[in-house]
């Protein structure tokens, strides 16, 4: 009879256990887990940082940051960083290392290290990288990975598109479509993040545009925020303290003479 009360106290601690260890939200409000992912401290899944080393991460406050900023995806990593993003810009596949506790609630996991327990918002469909050129778009031709000036100089391309195109949104589509709708013949993409458009004639070597310069291809191999399958420039290191943009040059079929 005892050995039999023991067995039964022994079961009911197992499930108290089970109910009340920690747990990985599948589900808050609108989002929708869809896992664990890999990501990696020098080249970040999700581009938005909202916390880092933060007390007061959980699940449910990361989330609601990303939802008020507009994001599609929003990840706890490490316990407590939390990000957000509207693509997956690195495809580092499925990570089994989500085994850290929220700072913020220790009965739930906040994704561990170089590991993202990853919420989509409202089944919106997003990207996952690897990016790669986009080379034509309705009148626009890719020319190539261009050198920017600024800060030594001035912008290559210093004006903007017609309406200006927050970071997080950014495509080559929306770029070209908006530097045309400007008037210009001439766009680039820096950084993964932002657009710039100019008037150009020719005059440069190779039928390039007055004062442009080509870099490395390789150079140009930053994601778009808003479409990681799509390359929106670069940013490459200029010194320890200092880095330099490149930009993702196009050129309208006006340039060639050949609309
Ligand atoms: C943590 O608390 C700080 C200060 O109250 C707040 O600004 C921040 O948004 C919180 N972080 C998260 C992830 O909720
Ligand atoms: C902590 O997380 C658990 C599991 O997600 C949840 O049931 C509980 O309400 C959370 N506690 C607080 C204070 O948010
Ligand atoms: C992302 O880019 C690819 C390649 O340019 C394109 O085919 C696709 O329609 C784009 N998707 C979104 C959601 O922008």
Same mark, same amino acid.
């Given at each position: 009879?005892?050995?039999?009360?023991?067995?039964?106290?022994?079961?009911?601690?197992?499930?108290?256990?089970?109910?009340?260890?920690?747990?990985?939200?599948?589900?808050?409000?609108?989002?929708?887990?869809?896992?664990?992912?890999?990501?990696?401290?020098?080249?970040?899944?999700?581009?938005?940082?909202?916390?880092?080393?933060?007390?007061?991460?959980? $699940? +449910?406050?990361? #989330?609601?940051? *990303?939802? %008020?900023? !507009? &994001?599609?995806?929003? =990840?706890?990593?490490? @316990?407590? /960083?939390?990000?957000?993003?509207?693509?997956?810009?690195?495809?580092?596949?499925?990570?089994?290392?989500?085994?850290?506790?929220?700072?913020?609630?220790?009965?739930?996991?906040?994704?561990?290290?170089?590991?993202?327990?990853?919420?989509?918002?409202?089944?919106?469909?997003?990207?996952?990288?690897?990016?790669?050129?986009?080379?034509?778009?309705?009148?626009?031709?890719?020319?190539?990975?261009?050198?920017?000036?600024?800060?030594?100089?001035?912008?290559?391309?210093?004006?903007?598109?017609?309406?200006?195109?927050?970071?997080?949104?950014?495509? $080559? +589509?929306?770029? #070209?479509?908006? *530097?045309? %709708?400007? !008037? &210009?013949?001439?766009? =680039?993409?820096?950084? @993964?993040? /932002?657009?710039?458009?100019?008037?150009?004639?020719?005059?440069?070597?190779?039928?390039?545009?007055?004062?442009?310069?080509?870099?490395?291809?390789?150079?140009?191999?930053?994601?778009?925020?808003?479409?990681?399958?799509?390359?929106?420039?670069?940013?490459?290191?200029?010194?320890?303290?200092?880095?330099?943009?490149?930009?993702?040059?196009?050129?309208?079929?006006?340039?060639?003479?050949?609309?």
């Amino acid at each position: 009879m005892a050995a039999y009360r023991l067995a039964i106290a022994f079961a009911i601690a197992q499930v108290g256990l089970a109910q009340n260890g920690p747990t990985t939200v599948l589900k808050y409000k609108e989002w929708n887990s869809i896992g664990c992912q890999g990501d990696s401290t020098s080249a970040r899944a999700l581009k938005h940082l909202v916390a880092v080393a933060s007390p007061n991460v959980t $699940v +449910e406050s990361c #989330l609601d940051s *990303c939802a %008020a900023g !507009g &994001y599609i995806l929003g =990840g706890v990593e490490f @316990g407590d /960083e939390c990000y957000c993003g509207n693509a997956l810009l690195y495809a580092y596949g499925a990570s089994q290392a989500c085994d850290k506790l929220c700072s913020g609630n220790a009965s739930e996991f906040c994704g561990g290290p170089k590991a993202l327990n990853l919420y989509q918002f409202a089944d919106t469909p997003f990207t996952t990288g690897p990016a790669s050129l986009v080379f034509e778009y309705k009148r626009w031709q890719w020319w190539g990975c261009m050198d920017e000036l600024f800060p030594l100089g001035p912008r290559l391309l210093p004006h903007g598109p017609l309406a200006p195109i927050p970071g997080e949104q950014m495509t $080559v +589509e929306r770029c #070209l479509d908006g *530097c045309e %709708a400007a !008037g &210009y013949n001439a766009a =680039g993409l820096e950084a @993964g993040q /932002e657009c710039y458009c100019d008037f150009v004639e020719k005059g440069g070597p190779g039928a390039q545009p007055l004062g442009w310069e080509s870099t490395n291809n390789f150079e140009c191999a930053d994601p778009c925020l808003a479409n990681a399958t799509e390359i929106c420039g670069g940013l490459v290191p200029h010194s320890s303290a200092t880095t330099e943009g490149r930009l993702t040059a196009y050129l309208t079929c006006d340039y060639f003479d050949r609309c």
